[in-house]
């Protein structure tokens, strides 16, 4: 199971946290990571991390949104600074176990960010 939290209404050039928990049985190999969906749009890969602390992010995040991960708590959070209009969405944490490839997705949570 994952939940996530940090959603809300921020205006451009805001800064929002998201932060995404997992619980049950988790392999100690997995990557983690946020992917968002705007209206009408699909559903698009922001950012994710493996258990080395290997990032990789969309180019249109980079430099502005930051991942990292509690590998203790299972926990992974998404920094996400210097905010857009465009970065307006419903944000989903998810969990990739390896090497079974099981793959897991949160609730969402929205984000919003006016001009």
């Known amino acids: 199971q994952l939940v996530e939290s940090g959603g809300g209404l921020v205006q451009a050039g805001g800064s929002l946290r998201l932060s995404c928990a997992a619980s049950?049985?988790?392999?100690?190999?997995?990557?983690m990571g946020w992917y968002r969906q705007a209206p009408g749009k699909q559903r698009e890969l922001v950012a994710t991390?493996?258990?080395?602390?290997?990032?990789n992010y969309a180019d249109s995040v980079k430099g502005r949104f930051t991942i990292s991960r509690n590998n203790s708590k299972n926990t992974v959070f998404l920094q996400m600074n210097s905010l857009k209009p465009e970065d307006t969405a419903v944000y989903y944490c998810?969990?990739?176990?390896?090497?079974?490839?099981?793959?897991?997705w949160g609730q969402g949570t929205q984000v919003t960010v006016s001009s």
């Open positions: 991390i493996n258990i080395g602390d290997i990032t």
């Open positions: 998810n969990l990739v176990l390896i090497p079974t490839q099981n793959t897991y």
């Open positions: 049950g049985t988790i392999t100690s190999m997995n990557v």
